[in-house]
C-alpha cells in the first residue's frame, strides 16, 4: 500500500514523500491503514486525524484518485494495490 | 545585560522582538508561518527560559510547540502536548492560553476551546485535563463568543494553591478553591446587557481577567460592555467604568508590581469595534478605577484597527514597559508605562497574542 504524503509533512517523515505500508491479506480498513502508517510517526497522524479518530475538516484524503469523503470515509475498504494520497484542501486566506 | 523579549503571535506566526534597552528592536521570524498563534506562555522560572507556543494549522490542527533556546529552535511533544481523552470524545480546536504556575516551577497550565483547562506537572511537555471543571453541569450552557468557545484567562492565586480563577466567552468567571475538583460561577455584579435577565448566574461575556500583583485579591474584567473590579478575588464585582470613553473592549493587563495600576484598550462599542473617536488608545488608572488617563502620544489617528483579548501584556521592567497588537499587524510599545508609545513592528497579519519579559 502506497501512502503519499503532502509536501508540508514531508519534513516530519524524515523528508519521505511516500511510505509503503504492509497489510495483512487482501484489503483493509483505511483507518486501519492509517494506524499503520503513523503509528511510529504520531506527529503526522495528529495531523491527518484528531484525538477523536475523525479526519480534520481541511484534508482530504483520496484512494486511487477518488475522495473517501465521498466512499465511506475511514470505513472505506482499501485494496492492497491501493494509491492513497493525503492532501490539504483548499481554504484559508 | 538583561533583554526584554516581545512574543508576538499573529494570525499567520510568530515573531519575537529583542531590545536591550527598549528603544531598539530587531524583529526576528516568521517562525510556524502561515500557522496561527494564539497563545504563548514565556517561562522565566527556570534557566534557561522556555518558549510555550500554541500552534494552529487550519489544515493541520493544533499543537503546543516548545523552544528551551528562544526560539532558535523548536521541540514538539511526538503524542501531543494536549489532547481529550478518548472518553470525552471531544478535540482540541485552538490553545487558548498557557500560563507558567505561580507555586510550582514544574507546573503549566493551559486552556483550550472547546472550554477546557488543563494541567501540565513537566513544564509544558504533555498536559492532563481538569475533569473538575470539564465535569461542571454548566458546561452544557456555555456558549461560544465570536472568537470560539474558550476559555482565555487563567490566574492562579499566589496566596493560595488550591485557588484559582478562569474566565470564558461566553460563561464568565468560574473558580475553585480546592485543587480544581470543584467550580463555582462567580459573576455577582457583572451584567450581561445581551441576555433577557442581564444578571445571570453565569453566561456573561467577560472578555479578559487580570490579577492586582500587589493585592492579589483584587481582579479587574473586562467585559462585553462594562469594565469591573472585584476586592474579594472575585466573589463580587462593582463597575470601574466611569470616566471611560466607553466600556467595550478585549484586554486589560495589570501592572507587574504596583498595586491599582492597570490598561485598558478600549474599542468604540460592541457594534462598532473601532478605537474611540478613531484615535488608537490605551487607558490607564493609577488608582484601581477611580479615574483614568488617556494614553496616545505615539498612537495613529485615524485608526480603525481593533486590540484583542490577549494582544496586550507588560514587561517587569521599572518603569513597565506595556505592549499591544494590533489587528492590522501593528506593534506598539511604551517604557514609560503607557506615556508615550513607539512602534516596533508593522505589516505583519492580524496580532492575535502579545507577551513580554526580561530574559537573563
Known sequence: MQVILPAVLRELADGAGELVVPIDGEAALLRTILDAAFATRPRIGARIR?????????????????????????????????VIHILPSIAGG | MTQTLVAIGTRKGLWLARSNDRNTWSLDGPHFLMREVPSIGIDTRREPPRLLVGVRSEHWGPTIMRSDDLGQSW????????????????????????????????????????QALWRSADRGETFSLVRGLWDHPHRPEWGAG???????????????SAEMLVAMSTGGVYRTGDGGDSWSASNTGIKAPYQPD??????????????????????????????????????????????LPTDFGFTVVA??????????????????????????????????????????????????????RDAAAADTHEPAGIYFGTRNGEVYASGDEGDSFARIAEQLPDVLCVRAAVIG
Open chain 2, 146 to 160: 465570536f472568537g470560539g468557545a474558550a476559555i482565555h484567562t487563567i490566574l492562579p492565586d499566589p496566596t493560595d
Open chain 1, 50 to 82: 484528531s484525538e477523536t479518530g475523525d479526519l480534520r475538516r481541511h484534508v482530504n484524503v483520496f484512494v486511487d484518485g477518488q475522495d473517501v469523503r465521498r466512499r465511506g470515509g475511514l470505513d472505506l475498504v482499501v485494496g492492497s494495490g491501493a
Open chain 2, 255 to 308: 501592572h507587574p508590581s504596583r498595586s491599582g495600576t492597570l490598561w485598558l484598550i478600549p474599542v468604540t462599542a460592541d457594534s462598532e469595534r473601532v478605537p474611540p473617536g478613531g484615535q488608537l488608545q490605551v487607558q490607564r488608572s493609577s488608582d484601581a478605577g477611580a479615574s483614568w488617563v488617556t494614553c496616545s502620544a505615539g498612537l495613529p489617528a485615524p485608526s480603525y484597527t481593533c486590540v484583542l
Open chain 2, 198 to 243: 442581564p444578571w445571570p448566574e453565569f453566561g456573561q461575556c467577560v472578555h479578559k481577567v487580570a490579577r492586582d500583583s500587589a493585592k492579589p485579591a483584587r481582579l479587574y474584567a473586562q467585559n462585553h460592555h462594562g469594565v469591573y473590579r472585584s476586592d474579594d478575588n472575585g466573589g463580587t464585582w462593582t463597575s470601574i467604568a466611569e470616566g
Open chain 2, 75 to 114: 521541540d514538539e511533544t511526538p503524542e501531543g502536548a494536549i489532547h481529550f481523552p478518548e472518553d470525552t470524545g471531544a478535540a482540541v480546536e485552538r490553545v487558548w492560553q498557557i500560563t507558567p504556575d505561580v507555586h510550582d516551577d514544574d507546573v503549566v497550565w493551559a486552556s483550550t476551546e472547546p
